[in-house]
């Protein structure tokens, strides 16, 4: 049986634009969502919050997982927008695939990993503390890593191929279904989903006995238990709507191919079917923040803590901008004020000229009264020599 000929040479009808449809929307919104709330809640954890604890690397590792797969999406829109045409390098389309898987078993693994910490932290607070440290789960998250990209890497080596039409496919196995794939999706399915799955439940379900049965506080057990109920449905939720349809759907896909060894409706319909499923598997990225909220323990207090930043920041941009506006006004009053100083100097000046005028005034009236005096006198003894001019003169007269 030639799977590399039945994969290329028989496919779905209307297989291409069926995946456009369903796969250019759902990565657009995505990327945008998903990657504003995964820039945000990193910058939360790295540059507000500077104190590690377990749970806080954990999220940060899962949020830089969202971010690898989200930063991918562009270039899937690129190739769906594009007639399902690949035209980019060899390399990058691999990687494509290769970031979509490590994103997705990361984010379970990491997933699981948190469900296990907050398992020890609740139920076994005192025996767990050195596991607890931060120093081991650094360790174990840069595992989770090492192991997830390593089991992942033989998409690396899946590129691009060109079909029957000279057309250049990415985001398809260049060839077709075997036993090596098959069996490399069962290990997926056991050891990636599966197994993740059900070690999450048992933590959770054991958190909440816990905390049923302790004898803390009312309002401190009541809150501890509002929070885990509220962990346990978001990951349920995560895993009902992102990992599990998903991995079901892709083993029932791959074991159908495997066993009739051409298209038919079967197995066209459960193709299409994994496209929506993955279509979830990418919304995940979106829906991880909403579980830093209750998993880490001050995460809404850094987000007010954000608030408070953007707040402050409003404010003094309203105040920059008032002033900004208010000072040509002031520029205004101030060369007003300027010109009024000036004409103070100048009205200052001129009223000193003008007391120096009167001054001189005064003492010009002061000298004429003394010189009008004076004349009076002189007047005086001129009419006092004339009188007695003419009594001389009548003496003299013959006769006198």
Known sequence: MNNTNTRRNSSCENDDIFKTDIYLPTYIIVFIFGFIENVFCLYIFLKLYKRKTAISIVTVNLAISDLLLVCTLPWRVHYYWNGSKWNLSDF??????????????????????????????IVHP??????????????????????????ASPFLIRGSYVNENNETKCFYLKDGVDCIVFTMNLLALVLGCIIPFFII??????????????????????????KAIAMIIIVMVIFLTSF???????????????NTGHTSQASCFVQKCVVVTLCGAAINSCLDPLLYYFAAETFRGKKLAVAMVRLNTKVETAIEEFRAQVQPIASMLQ?????????????????SRT?????????????????????????DQVDDLENRSRRTKLCLAPGG
């Open 92 to 121: 990058l389309c691999a990687f494509m695939s290769y970031a979509l898987y490590l994103n997705m078993y990361c984010s379970i693994y990491f997933l699981t990993l948190m469900s296990i910490l907050r398992y020890f932290a």
């Open 355 to 379: 007391k120096a005028s009167e001054a001189a005034i005064e003492s010009s009236s002061g000298r004429i009264q003394v010189l009008e005096r004076e004349v009076w006198a002189l007047r």
């Open 244 to 258: 599990l349809p998903y991995h079901i759907l892709r083993t029932a896909h791959i074991a159908i191919s495997l």
């Open 201 to 226: 439940i048992i933590c959770y379900t054991l958190v909440v006995k816990a905390l049923l049965v302790s004898k803390s506080k009312h309002h401190k057990k009541m809150s501890s238990l509002r």
């Open 335 to 351: 060369k007003h004020e300027w010109e009024l100083q000036g004409l103070g100097e100048r009205l200052e000046e001129v009223d």
């Open 126 to 151: 005192m025996k767990a503390l050195m596991f607890r440290s931060v120093k081991s789960v650094q360790i174990i998250c840069v595992a989770i890593w090492v192991f997830v990209s390593i089991t």
